[in-house]
């Protein structure tokens, strides 16, 4: 392999990039969980800083991919490590905003009356960071087998949504006095099923970089 | 849409003395395509596309099985007449090969032999060859001027004109552009992209992003072998054969 030594080098490094991002990106949604479950308003800050971060090491893992592109011009397997990573973080980027989005919504229950969490809820989000780590996990040791297992949890957290909604749904009718609480936990409850979309996408791209194809859905 | 083959290649196999060059191949060629032929050096591609017009009969001790149906007919049948088949199947090689006259005289070089004498169709020959090979606006006003006055890329683009001037069916080309600058590249590629609107093209190229560039179809030749014919989009996103990925990505060389 002494030919492409560079070359193997700079995939090495973007592998170990997307590593770190990832890392990163489920620190958020483990504090996220954390930052609601205890109206932890310091941890939820935490998260929308750390955002800034993500973002950076999407843009330096994005520049490290079109460098690649421009000077390495790879071809079949190498293409698909390099597109797949660029597709990949695009993903992770939008689950760290999701991270932020749900700060955000924590930060503004401080103050109003705490309405209770749903415990469907809370199960929604532990399936939606499962999903997000084994996406993950597969990335790292390039396993479609391994992507395709997480890919079909999304169904899981899908069904877990509509439980939840209806019973916010149910909640804002009974309980009319705290009906403005009930909307943001309806979005808190959003953006991790969009977070458990996200880390569906990421197990696909897993799935295309080893295979070639995509996963019909 | 059903394609036309023009060459089918059926266990075909060639050895120069006691050594075999090209083992057992079966390959079609489609008309009005580019197939590109890739492979390490030593692996056969220049041998295999010397053989479409039968160049490798200049090398003695070449001894062949298997057949190479070219019109109906075996290539190598006792009834082909080799002249023939070379005006109908032209080459361009690696290194511009202009003969030492005029502009003009290179391009109806082919037209003469073949007995045409008539100074104004000849004149016609030259503008519509070297139209067809770009070339004509470049030269139009020094067609008197020695072909060795040219650059090397109008070198090879006159060498095509020549070629295009005895009207073929096949142009065969073996590296044409490893000798040329990026700029008079590109223009090579245009040109065999224009070319294969009316003639069949099969390249021999080193370089993987010019066969990937401007071919329809890509052969991976490795040690006579002939390893994998797809696609080229599909060779070159997802090769079928784990040799191919390791030629293309550079992981063997």
Not at chain 1, 132 to 152: N, P, T
Not at chain 1, 157 to 179: A, F, Q, R, T, W
Request: aromatic share 8%.
């Amino acid at each position: 392999m002494v030919t492409r030594r560079t070359f193997e080098k700079e995939l090495a490094d973007l592998h170990e990039m997307i590593v770190r991002m990832g890392v990163e990106v489920e620190n958020s949604i483990t504090d996220a969980i954390t930052a609601l479950i205890e109206q932890d308003n310091e941890l939820a800050n935490k998260i929308i800083e750390r955002d800034d971060v993500i973002d950076d090491l999407e843009i330096t893992i994005e520049e490290m991919c079109l460098d690649m592109i421009a000077r390495q011009q790879p071809v079949a397997r190498d293409l698909r490590d390099v597109t797949s990573a660029l597709k990949l973080i695009t993903d992770l980027e939008r689950i760290a905003d999701h991270a932020s989005d749900i700060s955000s919504k924590i930060l503004m229950f401080e103050g109003k009356k705490r309405v209770m969490i749903h415990y469907d809820l809370i199960t929604l989000a532990g399936v939606a960071k499962e999903m997000v780590r084994g996406a993950l996990d597969a990335y790292v040791i390039r396993s479609a087998e391994m992507a395709e297992k997480f890919i079909v949890m999304d169904d899981r957290v899908d069904e877990l949504y509509d439980k939840v909604k209806n019973e916010l749904i149910h909640l804002m009718s009974v309980d009319p006095g705290n009906i403005e609480q009930y909307v943001e936990m309806l979005f808190v409850c959003k953006y991790f099923e969009r977070i458990a979309d996200h880390a569906q996408n990421v197990a696909e791209w897993v799935v295309f970089f080893v295979q070639g194809k995509h996963q019909l859905s | 849409m059903a394609k036309t083959y023009i060459y089918d290649t059926k266990k075909f196999s060639l050895w120069y003395g006691s050594k075999q060059a090209l083992k057992d191949i079966d390959l079609k060629i489609a008309a009005n395509e580019v197939t590109a032929i890739i492979g390490p050096s030593g692996c056969g591609k220049s041998t295999y596309i010397k053989t479409l017009n039968r160049m490798v009969d200049l090398i003695p001790s070449v001894r062949t099985e298997g057949e190479i149906i070219y019109d109906g007919r075996d290539i190598f049948d006792k009834t082909i007449r080799v002249e023939e088949l070379r005006t109908r199947v032209g080459m361009v090689f690696q290194k511009p090969n202009p003969f030492p006259k005029s502009i003009f005289e290179n391009v109806v070089y082919g037209p003469r032999i073949h007995g045409v004498r008539n100074r104004s169709e000849l004149e016609d020959i030259a503008e519509r060859s070297l139209r067809a090979a770009a070339l004509w606006d470049e030269v139009k006003d020094r067609l008197k001027d020695n072909a060795y006055s040219l650059s090397g890329g109008q070198q090879q683009r006159l060498c095509i004109a020549r070629v295009l001037a005895v009207e073929p069916e096949v142009v065969l080309m073996d590296e044409p552009t490893s000798a040329l600058d990026p700029l008079s590249t590109l223009k090579i590629e245009d040109l065999v992209q224009e070319l294969k609107e009316k003639y069949t093209i099969v390249i021999v190229t080193h370089n993987m992003q010019q066969a990937s560039r401007i071919s329809d179809m890509t052969a991976f030749f490795l040690l006579g072998e002939l390893i994998e014919f797809d696609n080229t989009e599909k060779i070159f996103r997802q090769p079928a054969d784990k040799r191919t990925e390791d030629y293309i990505t550079g992981r063997f060389g």
